[in-house]
């Protein structure tokens, strides 16, 4: 069974870069380049993700308040925050799973992510 990835970045470059990279490594990736893209997708009946990568700072939106709309929706998914800084103030948001910084190498994300499937 292949691992069904959500990637929301509002970055159209960075976004296809790290699309392709997880593809290439076996990964059925569906995209949202805005928060409202995500909550729509993740609100679509059939919705199944295994992952939602988030970036924390969408034009329209925080990765941080989609955490809470996957944990509703897909209460197994798997949520990694993305941040500029790797260390964000989560409020009163559920935590993700993971937050890593925007500047982390592929090979160091996809261990994380293997790790967090398992």
Do not use: C
């Not at 960075?14 to 593809?23: G, I, K, N, Q």
């Not at 290439?24 to 992952?51: N, P, T």
Request: hydrophobic share 45%.
């Amino acid at each position: 069974m292949r691992v069904t990835v959500l990637l929301v970045d509002d970055d159209a470059s960075s976004r296809f870069v790290l699309a392709t990279l997880l593809e290439d490594e076996g990964f059925q990736v569906e995209e949202a380049g805005s928060f409202a893209e995500a909550g729509r997708k993740l609100a679509a009946e059939g919705a199944r993700y295994d992952l939602a990568l988030l970036d924390q700072n969408l034009g329209d939106g925080h990765g941080t308040e989609l955490v809470a709309v996957l944990r509703a929706r897909l209460p197994r998914a798997k949520a990694v925050l993305i941040s500029g800084s790797g260390d964000e103030d989560l409020g009163d948001a559920p935590p993700p799973d993971a937050v890593l910084s925007k500047g982390i190498g592929f090979p160091d994300l996809l261990d994380q992510i293997r790790r967090l499937l398992g």
